[in-house]
């Protein structure tokens, strides 16, 4: 991925032996990135997104762990969440610079829309301020207090 070989490596964790294995490495059109998901075990992706903002070609590297929820063993779910910052430390370490991490749950919620809102999200600048709520409306008098 660092020479520009491949947009898609894919990793899983052998539970028993608990190393790291490469599954594949190919290149993949964004629209079947989720395809690439499976949905009875966790996986870490690498993803070369190829894409445009504001007029300049842009190609950012995203690291996608995946875990379907607690449909898999609490091992293999605390082997993947405990493993997944040690193994950026070492792509970054390869040379290969991470642009935007995300975990998600399944394939579906994978599409080149949101990599995109991920990677550059939109600023609200006119954020309402948040409005401090009204105190009780029968509370008494203020209690004055005289100095001495």
Same mark, same amino acid.
């Given at each position: 991925?660092?020479?520009?070989?491949? =947009? +898609?490596?894919?990793?899983? #964790?052998?539970?028993?032996? *608990?190393?790291?294995? !490469?599954?594949?490495?190919?290149?993949?059109?964004?629209?079947? !990135?989720?395809?690439?998901? %499976?949905?009875?075990?966790?996986?870490?992706?690498? +993803?070369?997104?190829?894409?445009?903002?504001?007029?300049?070609?842009?190609?950012?590297?995203?690291?996608?762990?995946?875990? %379907?929820?607690?449909?898999? %063993? #609490?091992? *293999?779910?605390? !082997?993947?969440?405990?493993? $997944?910052?040690?193994?950026? @430390?070492?792509?970054?370490?390869?040379?290969?610079?991470?642009? $935007?991490? !995300?975990?998600? =749950?399944?394939?579906? *919620?994978?599409? *080149?829309? +949101?990599?995109? @809102?991920?990677?550059?999200?939109?600023?609200?600048?006119?954020? /309402?301020?948040?409005?401090?709520?009204?105190? /009780?409306?029968?509370?008494?008098?203020?209690?004055?207090?005289?100095?001495?």
């Amino acid at each position: 991925m660092a020479r520009g070989s491949y =947009d +898609y490596i894919q990793f899983r #964790i052998d539970i028993p032996e *608990e190393t790291i294995h !490469l599954v594949c490495a190919e290149n993949i059109p964004s629209e079947k !990135l989720a395809l690439k998901v %499976p949905s009875d075990s966790g996986r870490y992706h690498l +993803y070369k997104f190829k894409h445009t903002h504001e007029g300049d070609y842009m190609e950012s590297i995203v690291f996608i762990y995946s875990m %379907p929820g607690y449909q898999c %063993p #609490i091992k *293999e779910r605390m !082997l993947y969440s405990s493993c $997944k910052n040690p193994l950026t @430390d070492t792509i970054t370490n390869l040379g290969i610079e991470i642009a $935007k991490k !995300l975990e998600i =749950d399944s394939g579906d *919620e994978l599409t *080149e829309k +949101y990599l995109y @809102d991920e990677l550059h999200p939109t600023n609200s600048l006119h954020r /309402p301020k948040f409005a401090k709520p009204k105190g /009780p409306p029968n509370r008494g008098p203020k209690r004055m207090t005289k100095h001495q």
